[in-house]
């Protein structure tokens, strides 16, 4: 690979919530070095730390200049692959995150919008997923912990970029469901075979294709 060959960042987080382990960061690890449409992808982990991770998310967004970044993070308890649609310009803390502080109801940007969408073609990958056999649906609101915090940090920093956003949330590894029970989990491979499908999806779809798959609920 030279290095013109552009970057997807693909970034997952810390354990966090008293678990050992957290998905996203795992599928992050795993698909760091792979060649997808054309793109090298960049894995790296995020701290799970409202102060840390906005941070070091544009750091590592100025260092490989991505022409497209794909956040990921644990969402505990819902089913399937979540293909995030909304940042909302909101944190309103349920549990502390690693460092002890539990923010209510602060804005992640003064002077910034509400809320940004995804630039990612969430409906492609959608139909791409079910297409597959994977369980997922789309989601309306990635909560107001560290995920939101950086997917909105994420979509502002790209605001005025020809780079391309978005976020997913994971259910739990099946040994974390283990500990929960009756919630809902999949294997570490599946999600590493569901997520790529997502980021090949979204290096290949036209930009439109968001709009152009209709409805999928
Ligand atoms: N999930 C949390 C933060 C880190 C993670 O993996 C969330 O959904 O906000």
Known sequence: MNRRTPIALVTGFEPFGGEGVN?????????????LAGHRVVGATLPTQFDAAPPALESLIARHRPALVLALGQAGGRHGISLERIAINLIDARIPDNAGVQPV???????????YFSTLPVKAMLARL??????????????????????????????RRRARGGFIHVPYL???AAHHAGTSCMP??????????????????????HYAAGSLD
Do not use: K, Y
Not at 23 to 35: D, M, V
Not at 106 to 115: C, E, Q
Not at 188 to 209: G, I
């Open 105 to 115: 109801d602060v804005r992640i940007v003064d002077n910034a919008p509400n809320a």
């Open 188 to 209: 570490l491979e599946a999600m590493v075979v569901a997520v790529r499908r997502c980021l090949e999806t979204a290096l290949t779809a036209a930009a439109d294709a």
């Open 23 to 35: 998905p996203s960061q795992q599928i992050a690890q795993a698909l760091h070095g792979e060649t």
């Open 130 to 159: 079910r297409d597959a056999g994977v369980p997922a649906a789309l989601s309306q609101t990635a909560g107001t912990f560290v995920c939101n915090q950086v997917f909105f940090a994420l979509m502002h920093a790209l605001r």
């Open 174 to 176: 099946p040994e974390q």
